[in-house]
């Protein structure tokens, strides 16, 4: 071998250790570094002319394992959806409080019906009444405070949403960026492995808010993709955008991707996983479903209450009576059946006039004076009747209906009755309990929805009127916003307009009419309809469509916000109807009296009442009890709050064995590096041996 070729090949060994050792000294600098991976230097051999001409440092690259970073990217995100969710419904339990608890939203229903029954014993006195209106006031109270702050957990994940999406659309900005500098760095020879290091740890972190997955290109651009396919950056990014709805109980805005451009589309549909995932599945969804069992419950309370109370009677009669606001117009149907009893009494509780109403055959009979009138089949008419009855002489009281409140006054006491066997309905509901006219809950908008309307009925809504209805698909993806117009005379002709398919939302679900004059939206499989504006009105009520039949969401979620205890009631505690009438009895027997708890033993019944509830989410349709509805309802947020913080554990530590995996792989080990150092160290040192050892070859030659 020439002296020559010993020298270069020692200086080749020399240049090869240095950057070796080069190499390693910023592994080790790194080595506590975030996202930082572990750069590895490549030899080859030198060949001149066949033969071994020393070495050459081939490349320095780093030791990423492209497998292992989508694997905890993946783990990333699940981890990301499961802990916002885990979060946030833990939060919404904490709202109930604990079930054994003595300050709790269940204990309150419990101490409605506790205090009934101290009255059910004690119906005359004062302090007991109190107690009862006490606890009334604290139980619906308590319901308003969680619905609130169920809405109120809501809008922070819908604020949190806007605040992910923007801190995304930043991270895809600044990964597009990298894309170009590597790109650059690698066109020109240059070490990109600083620009990839960072460039790796936005995907990590973006990772964590969506979806993602990775396609490296021989250039060094990374494309970046959600795993349904929705292209993020390639050498450009796409564009997030928000916009947020903070109006209570609004519906959400959608995640808009490259707003004003030919490929605009909404985003939250290509979303299976991330922290905005989570986030968007707790606000559309567990909220929603919670928030709508809270108000089914709130509104079952207050319905079954009122219609326990409709037909009791106080100590003394009440002789002013003002019913809700029914949404009713005079010219509407009556539409009830049966009978029902309305009764005048004097200050000792006898009765001094009966007026016997037969809904059927559209008669009102009376005793003291005898007579018999007719009335026509309209709110209107049948309250015309009802006042030139209680006007006969000697005039006892009068009627009247307006802005679809009807009002009855006595001259003595005013009790209500249903007749054994024949008993009043419109709607499931009697006379007094539809027209809210002895409440002890109140509200200004109706409890229930079953308004017993029929389809050939007038509508009665003020034209101009529409009411905007939302479609959206299983993945939140907004399909259609459709104003529904005010058209045609009749229910029948509003309806068939929303089922139209150019002027409704005919081609994704279907509305009709229920037996109890409620409509229904029947969505088809994959979407659901909600309305979401409502400029309707039906004369001078104030209500609209989606008021009388609970359309939106607001109608079931807000209602707790809407029930207190009527004001009357609590101005005078003896209001609160514990009695009950005996409408049988002649004119001149004494119905009414002091110290009866027929009604509060009434009251206390209601928590066994079986009725039906309707399908919240968070809870299926059911036909069950009060107490049995709000057992469920407590283990339901239970179990989803369980649920979700067991998703939230296991996918922790999926990531966190996903983590460690690619740190082994990809991460600087100090040992392993000065193990490194050592060998390179003796290479460099070999090297220079060879070149002395070559150089004094060279002075000896010189010497001859």
Do not use: C
């Not at 819908?158 to 960026?177: F, K």
């Not at 219609?307 to 009713?328: E, F, I, K, Y």
Request: aromatic share 4%; charged share 15%.
């Amino acid at each position: 071998m020439l002296v020559g070729s010993i020298f270069s090949n020692a200086l080749s060994g020399l240049h090869a250790s240095q950057t070796a050792l080069g190499v390693i000294s910023q592994n080790v600098a790194n080595a506590n570094t975030p996202g930082y991976v572990r750069a590895q230097t490549n030899f080859t051999p030198q060949v001149v002319a066949g033969g071994g001409a020393g070495v050459e440092v081939e490349s320095i690259t780093r030791a990423a394992d492209r497998f292992l970073a989508a694997a905890q990217r993946v783990a990333g995100a699940a981890n990301g959806a499961a802990g916002v969710r885990a979060e946030l419904l833990d939060r919404t339990q904490l709202l109930f409080g604990d079930p054994n608890g003595t300050q709790t939203l269940f204990s309150r229903v419990d101490d409605i019906y506790t205090s009934l029954q101290s009255a059910a014993l004690s119906p005359l006195s004062s302090v007991v009444r109190r107690s009862a209106i006490g606890a009334l006031q604290d139980t619906f109270s308590e319901l308003s405070r969680v619905a609130q702050s169920i809405e109120d957990l809501r809008l922070e994940a819908d604020q949190r949403v806007s605040e992910s999406v923007a801190r995304a659309d930043g991270l895809l900005q600044r990964i597009a960026d990298l894309n170009g500098e590597v790109a650059l760095t690698k066109k020109s020879g240059g070490d990109s492995s600083g620009a990839e290091n960072a460039r790796d740890l936005l995907i990590d972190e973006v990772s964590t808010l969506i979806d993602v997955r990775t396609t490296p290109h021989a250039d060094g651009v990374v494309e970046l993709r959600t795993n349904s396919g929705g292209l993020l950056v390639g050498t450009t990014a796409s564009r997030l955008a928000y916009t947020q709805n903070a109006t209570t109980y609004g519906p959400p805005g959608a995640i808009i991707i490259n707003q004003g451009l030919p490929t605009e589309g909404q985003f939250g549909s290509m979303l299976s996983g991330g922290l905005i995932k989570g986030l968007m599945q707790v606000r559309d969804v567990d909220l929603p479903g919670i928030a709508d069992s809270v108000g089914a419950l709130a509104g079952a309370l207050a319905d079954e209450l009122n219609r326990a109370h409709a037909t009791n009677v106080a100590d003394p009669p009440a002789s002013h009576l003002v019913g809700r606001n029914t949404g009713l117009l005079a010219a509407d149907a009556l539409n009830f059946t049966g009978q029902t009893v309305i009764g005048i009494v004097d200050s000792n509780g006898a009765l001094t006039r009966r007026m016997t109403v037969d809904f059927d055959a559209g008669t009102i009979t009376t005793e003291n004076p005898a007579d018999t009138r007719n009335f026509t089949q309209t709110v209107g008419g049948f309250t015309t009747t009802l006042n030139a009855v209680l006007q006969l002489a000697p005039a006892q009281g009068a009627a009247t209906f307006a802005n679809g409140v009807m009002t009855l006054d006595g001259s003595g006491g005013i009790v209500l009755g249903e007749v054994d066997g024949d008993p009043s309905a419109r709607a499931g509901r009697g006379f007094a309990h539809f027209f809210g006219l002895n409440d002890i809950i109140r509200s200004d908008k109706p409890i229930f929805t079953a308004a017993g309307v029929s389809a050939t009925d007038a509508h009665g809504l003020a034209g101009g009127g529409a009411v905007t209805f939302r479609v959206t698909d299983a993945a939140g993806r907004v399909v259609l916003d459709r104003n529904v117009t005010v058209t045609g005379a009749t229910w029948a002709d509003f309806i068939a307009q929303m089922n139209s398919t150019t002027n409704g939302f005919g081609q994704y679900g279907v509305a009709s009419l229920n037996s109890d004059g409620a409509i229904s939206i029947a969505p088809g499989a994959g979407y659901s309809i909600t309305a979401t504006s409502d400029t309707t009105q039906r004369g001078a009520t104030t209500l609209g469509v989606t008021d009388l039949f609970g359309l939106s969401r607001s109608s079931l979620a807000a209602l707790p916000h809407d029930l207190a205890v009527d004001e009357r009631i609590v101005a005078s505690p003896y209001l609160l109807a514990f009695g009950k009438p005996d409408l049988t009895a002649g004119v001149g027997a004494r119905i009414a009296e002091s110290g009866d708890a027929r009604g509060a033993q009434a009251l206390i019944d209601t928590r066994n009442t079986q009725r039906s509830f309707p399908g919240t989410g968070a809870l299926s349709a059911q036909t069950t009890s009060l107490d049995a509805y709000t057992s469920r309802l407590a283990g339901e947020a239970a179990r989803l709050a369980d649920n979700a913080a067991k998703s939230e554990a296991g996918a922790t530590a999926v990531l966190s064995a996903a983590t460690e995996r690619r740190t082994q792989t990809e991460g600087v080990s100090l040992d392993e590096e000065l193990v490194r150092m050592t060998q390179f160290q003796q290479s460099y040192a070999a090297a220079s041996r060879l070149i002395q050892a070559a150089q004094e070859m060279l002075d000896t030659l010189l010497a001859i």
